[in-house]
Nanobody, 123 residues
Framework: VQLQASGGGLVQTGGSLRLSCAAS????????MDWYRQAPGKQRELVARASSGGNTNYADSVKGRFTISRDNAKNTVYLQMSSLKPEDTAVYYC??????????????????WGQGTLVTVSS
């Protein structure tokens, strides 16, 4: 299963951006879909999670400003980011837990990461 992220860019403080991440592959289903970010010199951190059942979780630093959503028919997860701050500047990565049915109809589980998309918030 491959993930393709898009939507990063340069935005001013207080602005908004929407990130997208689409999963592709054969004979698979997606469980949790996540957004992480990694700022320069810092560890990667979980920003938001959307479960297959519709539950969502957010890092305290983004609650009330970011919204994660998913379109299960399109195997796509979104991150709507509003009221952006300079400290939101980071490379954003999507990740997904999946299960895949191989040619022997055996279930294989795994986790894939997108390539990362840069979000820069200017002050």
């Amino acid at each position: 299963v491959q993930l393709q992220a898009s939507g990063g860019g340069l935005v001013q403080t207080g602005g908004s951006l929407r990130l997208s991440c689409a999963a592709s592959g054969r004979r698979f289903s997606i469980n949790d879909m996540d957004w992480y970010r990694q700022a320069p010199g810092k560890q990667r951190e979980l920003v938001a999670r959307a479960s297959s059942g519709g539950n969502t979780n957010y890092a305290d630093s983004v609650k009330g400003r970011f919204t994660i959503s998913r379109d299960n028919a399109k195997n796509t997860v979104y991150l709507q980011m509003s009221s952006l701050k300079p400290e939101d500047t980071a490379v954003y990565y999507c990740a997904a837990d999946w299960r895949h049915y191989n040619d022997n109809d055996e279930i294989v589980v795994g986790r894939s990461w997108g390539q990362g998309t840069l979000v820069t918030v200017s002050s």
